[in-house]
C-alpha cells in the first residue's frame, strides 16, 4: 500500500536533514550566537539512515533530498550519499548546500552518485551576502557552484534565494543575469517564520509576485505548467534565455497535493515543515523496532499529515525548532 495521508495525498518526496550544525549564520535561518546544537550522540548514524531511507522507500517514497543545517559539514558526507544511491528504488537523490565546502567535494558527491545540486546564494553582492549570512564568503560559494555546474551529468544545478527585508531590483537582475548567462534556474523563495531571531513579520516578505513583477519590468516571462507536488512555478524567459522560478508559501501556498515528508538529524519525522508535532522513529530503532513496526508508526505519522501550513491565519504559531534544526 503507497503511502496516504487522511486528505487523499500520496507521499514520495523525503528530505532528509544528516546535522543541524552550519558554517554560515544566515538571518532568516539562525541567530548570530548561542545556537543550542543537538548532541552527537542524539544525532543519526550513516548506518541508521541507511536504515530509515531504504524502509521509507520501501513505502513508496522515491525522492529524497539531503540537506542541513549545512549537510557538507557532516564528516565523510559522500560516503552517505554512496549508501542511499545503491537503495534499489530512489528514483532522485539530491542535496541543498550553502556552497561554501562544495568545491572541495563536488567530484566525491558525483562519484558517489547525486543527482542534483540547490546552492542557496541570498546575494550576488558581497556586502549584502555578508550581512545575510554573516559571513564574508560569496567567492568561495560561487567557486563551489562552478565547481559542481563543471559535471554535466548534475542536472539542473538550481540556485535558491530568500529575498530578505532590502532585497531590491537591483538584486533581483543579479540573479536573473546569472540564469540567463550561466544557464543555472534561480528560485525566488519567500522568507517563512522559520528565523532563529524570531523576528518574521507577514509585511516584510517580499512575494513571488512582486519579484515578478521587478523582472517583468525588463525581461518579459512565459510560465510553464505547473508540476504535480511542484513547490516552484517555473518561468523561461521570453527570449529562450533561461529560466526562473518561485517558491511562494506564503503568498501561494501549495498544500494542496504536498508530497512531503521530513527526517530531522535527530530522527524525528515531520509531515509538515510547520508540524508542531514530531513522531520519533530513533527510539524505536535504537531499541530494536524491525521495518515493519517502523512502517507502522510512519504510516500513522503521515495519515495525521497536515492539511495545510496556515502562516500568518489567526491562532498560528511557528514550530519550535529553526529551519536550521528541521531541515530545508
Known amino acids: 500500500m503507497p503511502l496516504e495521508d487522511a486528505h487523499g495525498r500520496l507521499v514520495s518526496d523525503l528530505r532528509v536533514s544528516v ?84 568545491g572541495a567535494q563536488a567530484a566525491d558527491l558525483v562519484a558517489a552518485g547525486i543527482d542534483r545540486v540547490n546552492v542557496s546564494i541570498d546575494s550576488l553582492a558581497r556586502g549584502r551576502f555578508f550581512e545575510i549570512t554573516r559571513r564574508d564568503a560569496l567567492d568561495r560559494v560561487m567557486a563551489g557552484l562552478d565547481a559542481i555546474a563543471s559535471f554535466p551529468q548534475v542536472s539542473p544545478v538550481k540556485v535558491n534565494a530568500v529575498p530578505m527585508p ?35 513579520r507577514s509585511e516584510e516578505v517580499l512575494t513571488g509576485a512582486e519579484v515578478r513583477t521587478m523582472i517583468e519590468e525588463v525581461h518579459p516571462l512565459a510560465e ?27 503568498s501561494e501556498p501549495f498544500c494542496a497535493d504536498c508530497n512531503r515528508l521530513r527526517l530531522t538529524a535527530d530522527g524525528k519525522l515531520r509531515t509538515c515543515l510547520f508540524s508542531l508535532h514530531e513522531t520519533d522513529l530513533r ?25 495545510k501550513h496556515r502562516i500568518d491565519e489567526p491562532g498560528f504559531r511557528p514550530p519550535a525548532r529553526t529551519m536550521s534544526a528541521i531541515g530545508g
Not at 544566515?26 to 543537538?38: D, L, S
Not at 539531503?66 to 532522485?92: C, K, Q, S, Y
Not at 527510539?283 to 497536515?306: H, N, Y
Open 283 to 307: 527510539d524505536p530503532l535504537r531499541a530494536g523496532a524491525d521495518d515493519a513496526e517502523l512502517g507502522r508508526i510512519v504510516r500513522d505519522a503521515v495519515w495525521r499529515k497536515e492539511l
Open 166 to 200: 532590502g532585497f531590491g531590483r537591483d538584486d533581483v537582475l543579479r540573479f536573473c543575469a546569472l540564469a540567463r548567462e550561466r544557464g543555472f534556474q534561480v528560485r525566488f523563495i519567500e522568507f517563512m517564520p522559520l528565523d532563529g531571531d524570531r523576528s518574521w
Open 19 to 102: 546535522t543541524d550544525r552550519c558554517n554560515f549564520r544566515c538571518r532568516y535561518c539562525m541567530p548570530a550566537e548561542g545556537m543550542p546544537w543537538i548532541p552527537r550522540e542524539e544525532i543519526l548514524s550513516f548506518e541508521e539512515i541507511e536504515r530509515l531511507v531504504r524502509m521509507l522507500v520501501g513505502l513508496g517514497v522515491r525522492d529524497v533530498r539531503l540537506t542541513g543545517g549545512e549537510p557538507l559539514v557532516r564528516r565523510e558526507f559522500p560516503a552517505l550519499v554512496g549508501r542511499l544511491r545503491a537503495i534499489d528504488g530512489i528514483e532522485d537523490l539530491s542535496l541543498t548546500t550553502n556552497g561554501y565546502l562544495l
Open 224 to 250: 510553464r505548467p505547473r508540476e504535480p507536488h511542484s513547490t516552484a512555478r517555473v518561468f523561461d524567459f521570453a527570449d529562450g534565455r533561461g529560466e526562473i522560478g518561485f517558491v511562494n508559501p506564503v
